[in-house]
């Protein structure tokens, strides 16, 4: 694609605020200045916002911080003026209900934080599941040129020289006390080896994945991804990414200009390549929205369906992100995309380069971690799309991460209206279940939860775990960890609490699932059916003021991104009106 810098010198949109000799622009000018800034910082020069979602309670990105400081010398050094603003932050260990209600929360909040403040460019300091979307999101929104930096994965943990995983082994290791084969003192004694260093998860769960998303859309530079957080070529990239900012504003290099169909669909084959998480899927499809691109589940199955996963990383492999930088990371992966012809070589990046030209000249120095084609984890990768009677809009499946023989799969439904309905069951030795049958998990959505928690992966039975029994076909309207593994049905849309067929489904009904035919079905009648449909009658809200009540009422499906209705399209940059 071609882009044609904008001239340079101009006037820039912070001189609004601090350009000129009015009682407003000394107003604004002045206050700054109480922190010691010189006057020549305010002289025309870019002002680059350091958007930056640390806090302590988000434990990702608790290192961002001393990473926000090597991003301001690079801004320095390319002639920029640095303001470090800090942002809402969604922490996906410690926010309730779910950090998901409050992604586009965040969203709603950083648009405006860019909106009405003087910058001309900025940095979006990153890490945690929902606060790379959410800043993506904003800047979609704004139309500012803009720039991801990741706070990069934390180290390898090992328990008895084995890796541990993040997420991934909370998992395995929770379902092993429950099957008797791991006791509680082993559980909390591996948990020192679970977060060992700074950093977000060392799998390819959702953190590493929107890390990865970010650097194939072209928001990012190349080789971000994957840089370990406590590793000095960490600290390096901020600073380089901060140079870079300056001259993207100079360039006028904005997120309209890189975020086309293509990145989208380069995004999408990625994600397939890595075995990424399903999250991607509706954090993907809500950036879209805001930048007007039409972006659909059907794209999801079209463009990954063919990719081979070839990234043998936890949770669809063995290993962590800390050898897949070390093989070469995500620049390899893309790499191996262009050359099996499954890559738009010429999407710009931030970078002011091709997708193409950043990528061509890089070496894989593992091939068991970044693997060939002819051992692919699963030779159809991506995110599988699914539809039905079940799931009119469709649900989706990671098929590299699931049970290749319960891909094809018909069962017994056994049904959990809600997540305290399936928390107060799944003990019960009585419950009728055994490993044939489906498990239905209802009322789990965007607004049924309300936020959509990752509560779709649920644990199995214990008598089931007691067998031997490690995965069974689920299905829900929830999501999943990107550190989470199973044949796991999620997203199913339109959602139970939207009045979706989910909601009628019942304990003894049998539904099938078939991947191979991209097809999902509840096996009763058209007739039943309806006359189902006709009796249900909606949950009452859970809120009556507030946020919770704002987002339950403008919440869309998960089939479209589930963004807040008010806050889609491309609504482009706007220079706040001065109030004094």
């Known amino acids: 694609m071609t882009f044609k810098p904008a001239e340079w010198p101009r006037k820039l949109r912070s001189q609004t605020w601090f350009g000129g000799t009015s009682k407003d622009n000394i107003y604004h000018r002045g206050w700054m200045k109480n922190q010691g800034f010189p006057p020549d910082l305010f002289d025309g020069r870019p002002v680059i916002g350091i958007l930056n979602t640390w806090s302590e309670l988000t434990p990702c990105n608790a290192h961002l911080r001393d990473l926000a400081e090597r991003v301001k010398h690079g801004i320095y050094e390319a002639g920029g003026f640095p303001v470090e603003v800090p942002v809402f932050s969604a922490s996906e260990s410690a926010f309730r209900p779910t950090a998901m209600m409050f992604r586009n929360l965040a969203a709603m909040a950083v648009e405006e934080a860019m909106r009405g403040q003087p910058m001309d460019g900025c940095v979006l300091m990153v890490g945690c599941d929902k606060t790379t979307p959410s800043l993506l999101m904003a800047a979609a929104s704004t139309d500012i040129p803009s720039i991801v930096v990741t706070g990069g994965p934390m180290l390898n943990g090992y328990y008895k020289n084995e890796r541990v995983g993040s997420g991934t082994h909370l998992w395995k290791f929770s379902e092993a006390v429950k099957a008797g084969t791991m006791t509680k003192e082993e559980f909390v004694d591996a948990e020192a080896s679970m977060s060992r260093s700074p950093g977000s998860c060392n799998t390819m769960g959702t953190a590493s994945t929107m890390a990865s998303m970010a650097e194939a859309l072209g928001m990012a530079l190349s080789g971000n991804a994957a840089i370990p ?7 390096v990239m901020a600073q380089i990414t901060g140079r870079r900012i300056v001259q993207m ?5 904005k997120p309209s200009d890189i975020l086309k169909k293509e990145a989208f669909e380069n995004a999408i084959r990625t994600n397939a390549a890595i075995g990424g998480s399903t999250n991607a899927v509706i954090h993907l499809l809500a ?9 659909t589940l059907e794209d999801w199955d079209r463009c990954g369906r063919d990719v081979p996963t070839i990234v043998n990383l936890m949770p669809s492999g063995k290993y962590l992100m800390e050898e897949f930088f070390y093989a070469g990371g995500l620049p390899v992966v893309i790499k191996r995309l262009g050359e099996a012809g499954l890559l738009h070589k010429d999407a710009l990046t931030v970078s002011g380069e091709t997708a193409w030209e950043q990528v061509k000249d890089v070496v894989n120095h593992n091939d068991d971690v970044i693997l060939p084609a002819d051992k692919a984890l699963a030779q159809s990768g991506g995110v599988v799309v699914v539809k039905g009677n079940l799931a009119p809009k469709g649900a989706v499946l990671k098929p590299s991460a699931a049970t290749a023989a319960l891909l094809t799969h018909r069962g017994r439904a056994v049904v959990f209206e809600d997540i305290d309905d399936y928390k107060a069951k799944i003990n019960d030795e009585d419950l009728d279940i055994d490993e044939t049958c489906i498990m239905v998990l209802k009322n789990c959505g965007p607004k049924g939860y309300p936020g959509m928690a990752e509560v779709g992966n649920m644990g199995l039975p214990p008598k089931i775990l007691r067998k031997g029994i490690t995965d069974m076909v689920r299905i829900s309207d929830a999501r999943m960890s990107g550190t989470a593994y199973g044949t796991v ?17 019942q304990n003894g009904d049998f539904i099938e699932l078939d991947v191979p035919n991209r097809r999902l079905h509840l096996d009763i009648s058209d007739e039943e059916l309806a006359a189902r449909l ?20 403008h919440v869309e499906g998960a089939d479209t991104g589930a963004d807040l209705d008010f806050l889609k399209g491309a609504r482009g940059n706007a220079v706040g009106k001065d109030s004094h």
Do not use: C, F, M, N
């Not at 957080?229 to 600290?235: E, F, G, I, K, P």
């Not at 504003?249 to 290099?253: G, I, N």
């Not at 049905?489 to 489904?505: K, R």
């Open 534 to 553: 006709a009796k249900w009658v909606p949950i009452h809200p859970l809120y009556q003021s507030g946020y919770g009540w704002l987002h339950q009422r």
């Open 229 to 235: 957080a406590v590793d000095s070529r960490r600290r």
């Open 489 to 505: 049905v999620l997203h199913t849309s339109p959602e139970a609490a939207a009045g979706g067929p989910l909601a009628v489904v």
């Open 249 to 253: 504003v100079k360039d006028d290099l």
């Open 287 to 295: 950036i879209a929205g805001r930048v007007g691109i039409d972006l």
